[in-house]
């Protein structure tokens, strides 16, 4: 009987702390990750943070997204998000702020031809040492390789900021990546960073 009461017990209180997204959240990340999908470029950089293009010019993201989704001697695709969890929303300054974290597949495959004497055994290395480090950066259970079809398949988690104004048409939204730590310092208050890292 303890035992079935430490259970609803341990559920209610999931329950209870489990936090909801902002109003729109869900559906806004889903069509700016589309807009991406889709190459449409331009217009999802309207759901990015406007300071960011005080340091970087939009024109040059452009070509960023671009050269990644565009390069032909490589073939990649990425899959909508799946939603994993949000934490309690915050306010600075009048803004709204909620991390979330989400899953996404990505799909990468290699098309260059090989060069002059290569052989399988070279391009078998190759392949080999691209799933290791793929591996190292993702995770070891987040990765595959389809020797067949010549696939890799990534699954990541990710962590993200919605960002709400109330002049705003919609959200606004930063992928928080360890590595972009000191670009999102530049764009956020102190307040915000030590909230989010």
């Known amino acids: 009987m303890k035992f079935l009461f430490t259970i609803l017990f341990l559920s209610a209180a999931i329950g209870l702390n489990a936090q909801k997204p902002l109003d729109g959240l869900q559906e806004q990340f889903t069509h700016y ?6 190459g449409e470029f331009d217009k999802a950089l309207d759901y990015s943070p406007e300071k960011i293009f005080t340091i970087v010019p939009r024109s040059a ?6 050269s990644t989704m565009n390069d032909p001697e490589m073939e990649f695709a990425f899959f909508l998000p799946a ?5 309690m929303p ?3 300054q ?15 495959k290699f ?6 004497g290569e052989t399988q055994e070279i391009v078998d290395f190759s392949n080999n040492l691209r799933l290791e480090l793929f591996k190292d ?13 010549q696939i890799y398949d990534v699954n990541v988690e990710k962590k993200a900021l919605a960002i709400h104004e109330e002049s705003a048409a919609h959200l606004h939204f930063a992928v928080l990546e360890e590595d972009k730590k000191e670009l999102m310092k530049r764009i956020f208050s102190n307040k915000v960073i030590n909230k989010i890292y």
């Open 61 to 66: 993201l452009i070509k960023a997204m671009e």
């Open 137 to 149: 950066v993702y995770g070891e259970d987040n990765v595959s390789f389809n020797a067949e079809t």
């Open 94 to 108: 009048g803004i709204k702020y909620q991390v979330f974290y989400y899953k996404q597949r990505m799909t990468l």
């Open 111 to 116: 098309i260059a031809e090989p060069e002059d």
């Open 33 to 38: 990750t589309q807009l991406v999908k889709d």
């Open 90 to 92: 915050f306010e600075d």
């Open 83 to 87: 939603y994993v969890s949000f934490e």
